[in-house]
């Protein structure tokens, strides 16, 4: 079974910016996880969850088109974690940001981190 647990969420100024961090464990999730494609996901109120940045096991990367160019996704294989640096941060990246394989199973849903973008 695995785990996700996010991090690095918080209330920020639209413009700020904020790095969120996720690990995963589990006793065989965590001895592959490098070949695991990995998303960053959210749900804002009253929307359905969204994928906002995915990276593949060979690194590269593909963003949602309204965070393009403002978000960044990166992976450390060693340390079996996915972060996504966040810069110019608007009001309606205000949501529950969650971590999961890709394409994400329900399962395994963590609780996710809130980032508030909120002046």
């Known amino acids: 079974q695995v785990q996700f647990v996010e991090s690095g969420g918080g209330l920020v100024q639209p413009g700020g910016s904020l790095r969120l961090s996720c690990a995963a464990s589990?006793?065989?999730?965590?001895?592959?996880?490098?070949?695991?494609?990995m998303g960053w996901y959210r749900q804002a109120p009253g929307k359905q969850r969204e994928l906002v940045a995915a990276?593949?096991?060979?690194?590269?990367?593909n963003y949602a088109d309204s965070v393009k160019g403002r978000f960044t996704i990166s992976r450390d294989n060693a340390k079996n974690r996915v972060y996504l640096q966040m810069n110019g941060l608007k009001p309606e990246d205000t949501a529950v940001y969650y971590c999961?394989?890709?394409?994400?199973?329900?399962?395994?849903w963590g609780q996710g981190t809130q980032v508030t973008v909120s002046s």
């Open positions: 999961n394989v890709n394409p994400p199973n329900a399962r395994d």
């Open positions: 589990g006793s065989i999730f965590s001895v592959y996880f490098s070949v695991y494609d």
């Open positions: 990276i593949t096991s060979g690194g590269s990367t």
